[in-house]
């Protein structure tokens, strides 16, 4: 929705979305949800093994996404959340998918809103690196940088989320070549272990 100001001229409105501080959620118009299953996630976790045993209807996140301009508008900002659920396939925390964005070169913003997890970033040179997520947390992800959640806590973890209404989402290099390190809990802490290739 584009807000055609010509019409607003002298009056006052109540706003056509609202953010719910306790939980992070939007409310009002033109408000998208996905939700990604397990059954949706087919090769993302490590231990193929373990992931055929658990239930493929379990729920592993969901997004929220306020896009008030359509995907590809350059010069507009798309603001949302994230909840991962908790759990681990074998020892390996539940993540989101993970991109790089289409227009490699587009900056987010995350912020942690409830629960803990770890925000896991690589580089085009394929170092990765982990933040710890956490309510108030506050996270710069610049361009050219992978991003995916983890929960590593035992409710759900929600994170806020700002980026460009041009960025896009290149998953195709994580199906691809994946992250260089995996979150996994290791003697009941998460570490990122390097993969080998
Ligand atoms: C987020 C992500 C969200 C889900 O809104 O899209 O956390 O992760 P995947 O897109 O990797 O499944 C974001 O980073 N947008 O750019
Ligand atoms: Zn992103």
């Given at each position: 929705m584009i807000t055609n100001s010509t019409g607003l001229h002298l009056t006052i409105t109540d706003p056509p979305q609202t953010l719910e501080?306790?939980?992070g959620l939007i409310g009002g118009v033109s408000v998208v949800v996905s939700r990604k299953k397990l059954k949706d996630l087919q090769g993302l976790f490590a231990d193929r093994n373990a992931y055929t045993l658990?239930?493929?209807?379990?729920?592993?996140y969901s997004v929220q996404a306020h896009m008030?301009?359509?995907?590809?508008?350059?010069g507009g900002l798309f603001f949302g959340n994230t909840i991962v659920e908790p759990g681990k396939v074998g020892n390996e925390y539940f993540i989101t998918h993970g991109h790089f964005h289409a227009n490699a070169d587009r900056a987010e913003y995350y912020w942690g809103v409830k629960g803990e997890g770890i925000l896991i970033l690589m580089d085009l040179d394929r170092k990765t690196w982990g933040e710890r997520v956490f309510p108030g947390s506050l996270h710069y992800i610049p361009g050219n940088v992978a991003h995916r959640l983890a929960n590593t806590g035992p409710i759900p973890l929600t994170v806020g989320a700002c980026w460009h209404s041009d960025a896009g989402h290149n998953y195709d290099e994580i199906d691809m070549n994946g992250f260089s390190a995996r979150l996994y809990e290791v003697e009941g802490s998460p570490r990122l272990v390097e993969v080998c290739r």
């Open positions: 501080r306790e939980t658990l239930d493929p209807e379990t729920l592993v008030p301009v359509d995907e590809g508008t350059p």
